[in-house]
């Protein structure tokens, strides 16, 4: 089993910056894709997470449209570490966003249900 845990989310004003972290545990080398999705807080629950961004061992990355140019994800594989830098933010980005891992290296594959194990996700807010 593989456990992912997050942290750096918050509140934070329009135009500020935030850097969420999410640890991986448990059966790591089984582990290549990494990411986060988000989903609104106030939508429907059965609504699919979005992608956010999401990278593999090798550092192939992709990305949303949405948030490319003001968010990077990066990662250390000695510490099991993926990071989300977020900087420019605005209102529409407040969500809870979630950690995931997946076995497969495909970054092009962003559909959620290409994601094997989820975190329990991170408030972010963004205030006008």
């Known amino acids: 089993q593989v456990q992912l845990v997050e942290s750096g989310g918050g509140l934070v004003q329009a135009g500020g910056s935030l850097r969420l972290s999410c640890t991986a545990s448990g059966s790591i080398p089984s582990l290549n894709v990494m990411g986060w999705y988000r989903q609104d807080p106030g939508k429907d629950p059965g609504k699919e997470r979005e992608?956010?961004?999401?990278?593999?061992?090798?550092?192939?990355?992709s990305y949303a449209d949405s948030v490319k140019g003001r968010f990077a994800i990066s990662r250390d594989n000695a510490k099991n570490t993926v990071y989300l830098q977020m900087n420019s933010l605005n209102p529409e980005d407040t969500a809870v966003y979630y950690c995931?891992?997946?076995?497969?290296?495909?970054?092009?594959?962003?559909?959620?249900?290409?994601?094997?194990?989820w975190g329990k996700g991170t408030l972010v807010t963004v205030s006008a």
């Open positions: 995931g891992a997946a076995r497969h290296s495909i970054v092009a594959i962003t559909a959620e249900d290409g994601i094997d194990f």
């Open positions: 992608l956010v961004a999401v990278i593999n061992k090798s550092t192939s990355k």
